[in-house]
């Protein structure tokens, strides 16, 4: 069964500006990924938290993870029309095997 | 070094026939992972091999689906009587281990069964 949830948005901004994406899930867990996804093919790891962390960032990216409600945000900054993709949060199961959300469809008009 | 690699990108086949998708994983790494994923989903696991074995199979779907990594390395995934509910695209990650470790996705297989 699916554990990360992305609230199921298409987000379509201008670029320079921020965008937002949430997860939210149902199990314990020992880390979070964000994975981003170009044109309905392979998945590109963006950034893992674990659950002791509340933040991390990389880059332009900003994610945080509350486990007290288990829930995650993705934060873009200054984003670019090459951030144009589907994001994903996905959490670990057993045996290492990822569970995906549905995604997020994020637009960025240039 | 090379990623993961998957062939074909693109396979077009007819319902009832056999399909065979193939994975590279990158060198070195052990553990190896199948995913499929629908129109406007997120991927959902099929099966993991750690090694030559199938770790864990309890993903795919129904008995017509199969999976080998005979060598460790590459690994095949096999439909049989394939069926329209089978199109998406199928993918293939591998980690060098299988704690925990990030897994590097290849770019896909888009099946299409008419």
């Known amino acids: 069964s699916q554990q990360g949830e992305e609230d199921p948005q298409a987000l379509s901004i201008q670029e320079g500006e921020n965008a937002t994406m949430n997860c939210s899930y149902k199990?314990?867990?020992?880390?979070l990924q964000w994975y981003r996804q170009n044109s309905g093919r392979g998945l590109v790891h963006l950034i893992l938290?674990?659950?002791?962390?509340r933040e991390k960032h990389s880059g332009r990216l900003r994610v945080t993870l509350d486990t007290s409600k288990k829930s995650s945000s993705l934060l873009i900054t200054a984003s670019r029309a090459a951030d144009t993709a589907s994001y994903f949060c996905?959490?670990?199961?057993?045996?290492?095997?990822?569970?995906f959300g549905k995604g997020n469809q994020v637009v960025v008009i240039p | 070094g090379a990623g993961v690699s998957q062939t074909p990108s693109n396979k077009v086949t007819e319902k009832g026939k056999y399909v065979e998708l193939r994975c590279d994983p990158i060198?070195?790494?052990?553990?190896l992972y199948w995913y499929r994923q629908s129109l406007g989903q997120g991927p959902e696991f099929l099966i993991y091999?750690?090694?030559?074995?199938?770790?864990?199979d309890s993903g795919l779907p129904n008995d017509r689906f199969f999976a080998v990594r005979p060598e460790g390395s590459v690994s095949t995934l096999k439909i049989q009587r394939t069926e329209r509910g089978d199109s998406a695209v199928y993918l293939c990650?591998?980690?060098?281990?299988?704690?925990?470790?990030?897994?590097?996705f290849g770019p896909g297989t888009r099946l299409t069964v008419l």
């Open positions: 199990t314990s867990i020992n880390n």
């Open positions: 938290i674990r659950s002791n962390e």
């Open positions: 990650a591998s980690s060098s281990t299988s704690r925990e470790d990030t897994q590097y």
């Open positions: 060198s070195g790494h052990t553990a």
């Open positions: 996905a959490t670990i199961q057993g045996n290492n095997r990822l569970a």
């Open positions: 091999f750690q090694g030559t074995g199938a770790a864990d």
